[in-house]
T-cell receptor, first 113, second 114 residues
Framework: GNSVTQMEGPVTLSEEAFLTINCTYTATGYPSLFWYVQYPGEGLQLLLKATKADDKGSNKGFEATYRKETTSFHLEKGSVQVSDSAVYFC????????????FGKGTLLTVNP | SQTIHQWPATLVQPVGSPLSLECTVEGTSNPNLYWYRQAAGRGLQLLFY??????ISSEVPQNLSASRPQDRQFILSSKKLLLSDSGFYLC?????????????FGPGTRLTVL
């Protein structure tokens, strides 16, 4: 079956530091890949997505590239802000599974001023 | 634009009591609908999904059930709550057909069973 593995947190950074959160996946076909963000006490917000190999998703300074050869979708941001503190989830969706989302366990990011 | 609502936002219920959580979507027709649970310190677990009125698929056997009485309404229920039902319940929707791979989440309901 499908699975998503993302780096375990928590991750603590200083403001303006570079962020990488690793995500790798296992899927039987050609999934779409997503990063969602969850701020404290809230639901999940779609951060970015990519639907095919070598696609780059980007939003709010965050980027992730769909790497089929390494089955990875790492999240990066060049300069984090305190407001980026949240839990980040990597996920995949595949047509063969009725588009059900398979999530990683989430990575808690804390950015200190 | 599309919006998704969940209520109540928070709920405290005694063990053995019934449960009804509601989710509604506005601004779209015939959406796919999903219920997830997020237990403390854990990831998200898909509970139910629906591709149309009266069509419910269950992912995990448990004492919860779901219903879809109207096109844009999704209800999560239980006849008798357990302590283990505590968690953060999230409803999500996606379009049907092309674009169905992307789900959008509601604000969630935090349920505490005492």
């Amino acid at each position: 079956g499908n699975s998503v593995t993302q780096m375990e947190g928590p991750v603590t950074l200083s403001e303006e530091a570079f962020l990488t959160i690793n995500c790798t996946y296992t899927a039987t076909g050609y999934p779409s890949l997503f990063w969602y963000v969850q701020y404290p006490g809230e639901g999940l917000q779609l951060l970015l997505k990519a639907t095919k190999a070598d696609d780059k998703g980007s939003n709010k300074g965050f980027e992730a590239t769909y790497r089929k050869e390494t089955t990875s979708f790492h999240l990066e941001k060049g300069s984090v802000q305190v407001s980026d503190s949240a839990v980040y989830f990597c996920a995949l969706s595949e047509v063969g599974s009725n588009y059900k989302l398979t999530f990683g366990k989430g990575t808690l990011l804390t950015v200190n001023p | 634009s599309q919006t998704i609502h969940q209520w109540p936002a928070t709920l405290v219920q005694p063990v053995g009591s019934p449960l009804s959580l509601e989710c509604t979507v506005e601004g779209t027709s015939n959406p796919n609908l999903y219920w997830y649970r997020q237990a403390a310190g854990r990831g998200l677990q898909l509970l139910f999904y629906s591709v149309g009125i009266g069509q419910i698929s269950s992912e995990v056997p448990q004492n919860l059930s779901a219903s879809r009485p109207q096109d844009r309404q999704f209800i999560l229920s239980s006849k008798k709550l357990l302590l283990s039902d505590s968690g953060f319940y999230l409803c999500a929707w996606s379009v049907s057909g092309q674009g169905a791979d992307t789900q959008y989440f509601g604000p969630g309901t935090r349920l505490t069973v005492l």
